[in-house]
């Protein structure tokens, strides 16, 4: 990927509450103009990485570059970056258009011109007609809109997002998602996105940066990270895949590659715990040799054409091709 002058860059940063490190030397960057989504689990460091990026934390050590410039001791309005957060944070007392239009206030902006700006940026994200409201007699997703209004009328190079598709019923989660990439293609500017979830950061984002124990453990398209998990922890942590342990090595193997095979077949036998209708697919659960966990994605009608029982012995095999060597 080619450099740009607008990336956003963490050089060797680190954050210590104490005695723990919440991020521990962590340098990446972020392309300009991307979709980047934070991914990894509970207490991993992504929260605290996207805060320092606002200059809502300190940076305990290393640097925060925005376009060359080093945003790391600035304070958050100074840095071109705008944050939305989980709790959407508007003021209650405050007309939506109020609320979007506050930081302009603050800058000392005139009534007419930040009125304006703000009625743009309601329109922009399908919310003008309701710019007279109190957040209380909006819905969670119109109130996810205006936070976003309210983030973006700074005109920031970065949108920093954390959890925004959380306090919205799934339904509504996946219909918003499709309007924040349109939103993010749009205004082209970064978009950096903390999620607990897999299928949101493989459906978003440009870049899945995977975070374990304060420290990157794998960045790369989402095609990348799903297909070619660098280690177990990915493998594991992205779901759909097997991890396999053959002659010493450590393979995953997606669960769609993983088929029930006539018994003379190469694989590995196993004993079926249980099956889960999913819809287009049963995944089939089953205990392999040296009490490997294998999950079998079977298409709904193959299974029904030859379905299997708990406590049923089958042959799990799959193609050598879709074994995926880990880093051990
Ligand atoms: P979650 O998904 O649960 O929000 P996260 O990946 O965003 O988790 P962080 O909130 O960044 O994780 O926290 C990283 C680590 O730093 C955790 O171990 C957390 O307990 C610790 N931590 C975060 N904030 C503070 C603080 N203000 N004081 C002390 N420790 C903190």
């Known amino acids: 990927m080619l450099r740009s002058s607008l990336d ?53 050590d290393g640097a925060i570059l925005l376009s060359g410039r080093d945003i790391s001791h600035l304070p958050p309005a100074k840095r071109g970056t705008a944050m939305m957060f989980q709790s959407y944070a508007l003021f209650p007392h405050m007309s939506v258009r109020d609320n979007v239009a506050f930081s302009l206030k603050m800058k000392g902006e005139d009534a007419a011109s930040r009125n304006r700006k703000a009625g743009e940026m309601l329109e922009l994200v399908g919310m003008g007609h309701l710019a007279a409201r109190l957040p209380a ?14 983030a973006l009328i700074t005109r920031p190079q970065v949108l920093l997002l954390d959890e925004p598709l959380s306090a919205l019923d799934p339904f509504l989660r996946l219909r918003v998602r499709g309007e924040l990439k349109k939103l993010q293609r749009e205004l082209g500017i970064s978009f950096i996105h903390v999620t607990h979830g897999q299928d949101e950061a493989l459906a978003l984002a440009d870049q899945v940066v995977l975070m374990n124990n304060a420290v990157i453990e794998q960045a790369g398209t989402a095609r990348d990270v799903f297909l070619k998990p660098r280690t177990e922890f990915v493998a594991r942590f992205m779901g759909g895949h097997n991890v396999l342990s053959l002659e ?18 190469g694989g590995m036998n196993a004993a079926v715990t249980t099956s889960e209708f999913l819809g287009t697919h049963v995944a089939v659960n089953a205990i392999g040799a040296g009490d490997t966990e294998l999950t079998a994605m079977i298409p709904e009608e193959l299974f029904t054409a030859a379905p299997v029982e708990p406590g049923q012995s089958i042959r799990v095999g799959w193609h050598p091709a879709d074994l995926h060597p880990l880093n051990q």
């Open 137 to 150: 007699q909006l819905s969670g997703g119109q109130q996810q809109r205006a936070a976003l209004a309210r």
């Open 8 to 60: 956003l860059e963490l050089v060797s940063v680190t954050k210590r509450y104490g005695d723990a490190v919440a991020v521990d030397n962590v340098t990446h960057l972020f392309p300009a103009g991307s979709y980047v989504c934070l991914l990894g689990p509970s207490g991993c460091g992504k929260t605290t990485t996207l805060r320092m990026i606002a200059g809502h934390e300190t940076v305990t």
């Open 248 to 265: 010493g090595k450590r393979y995953s193997l997606r669960t769609d590659r993983t088929r029930i095979v006539a018994p003379h077949e």
